[in-house]
């Protein structure tokens, strides 16, 4: 989430924040295609490096046997270790793109979309596209087809990606939003925010609560896209209206490993 702390991010989050493009009619975050090269099979017999603990490496995930397509790097694009780009990625532009809106303390309650795997071994999506949709109406569409975050509003619209962005409104960009704007919290220095809130025990700007509604959004779009259904979520149970959907938000844990509470 260190994007939080990147300051074409925060200027876009706080030119949206501040209705600087009236009523947002559209958000969209974009994460890009996967389309990386799967790795060669494994040899007949062939092993972890000598240097790798592969039983603590599998950690609570199911017991898997060694393959390098599903290892170091690659593992993100098998479900048993990851979600495939779409987890990879909503950490970032899922991330900003909920917090412009002031939705990263929120679940959406409904989500739908579509998506196409990749090839075995790997098992999650090259493509997708799907929407999300909050208790107020606001929908939030998170797909494949580009890199960055989209905004549109009522008076133009913006777009903000790693490096750069461009604003419909000349000017805006570079507009004084005044003394009484709402700004971002934390500086654009990622690493001396955590030691900072270290010290004076203030919430970070990439706190937990937000990385969990962060990554909530990557989850409930593979939970759709893998039913096929479009689901509707109630929060206070923390579950979909859908008993398979719902199995996807947790897992059993291989022994013996566990969670427990503190």
Same mark, same amino acid.
């Given at each position: ?91 970032? #532009?899922?991330?900003? $793109? +909920?917090?412009?809106? *002031?939705?990263?303390?929120? =679940?959406?309650? %409904? ?107 990557? #989850?409930?779009?593979? $939970? +759709?896209?893998?039913? *096929?259904?479009?689901?509707? =979520?109630?929060? %206070? ?26």
């Amino acid at each position: 989430m260190w994007q939080r702390s990147t300051g074409n991010f925060r200027r876009a989050v706080e030119i949206i924040r501040n209705g600087e493009l009236g009523k947002i009619l559209r958000v969209e975050a974009g994460t890009t295609t996967n389309n990386h090269k799967v790795p060669d099979a494994p040899k007949p017999g062939e092993k972890p490096p000598v240097e790798v603990d592969y039983d603590l490496w599998v950690g609570p995930s199911a017991w898997m046997e060694y393959d390098p397509r599903v290892f170091h790097f690659h593992w993100r694009w098998h479900t048993n270790f990851g979600g495939g780009m779409v987890l990879d990625w909503v950490c970032h #532009h899922g991330d900003i $793109a +909920a917090w412009a809106i *002031g939705k990263d303390a929120e =679940f959406p309650v %409904a989500v739908e979309g579509t998506g196409e795997l990749r090839e075995a071994p790997w098992n999650t999506h090259r493509t997708y596209d799907y929407t999300l949709t909050y208790a107020d109406g606001v929908q939030l569409n998170v797909n494949s087809k580009f890199e960055g975050v989209k905004f549109t509003g009522e008076k133009g619209s913006l777009f903000v990606r790693r490096g750069g962005q461009e604003c419909s409104l000349k000017g805006l960009w570079e507009k004084d939003l005044g003394p009484d704007a709402w700004r971002c919290p934390g500086t654009t220095d990622h690493y001396q925010e955590f030691v900072d809130c270290c010290q004076s025990r203030r919430k970070p700007i990439s706190h937990a609560l937000a990385a969990h509604h962060a990554t909530s959004i990557g #989850h409930f779009g593979n $939970a +759709a896209i893998f039913t *096929g259904r479009k689901l509707k =979520f109630d929060a %206070a149970a923390g579950k979909f209206n859908d008993d398979t959907a719902t199995g996807m938000l947790s897992r059993e844990l291989r022994k013996p490993w566990s969670l427990e509470k503190l």
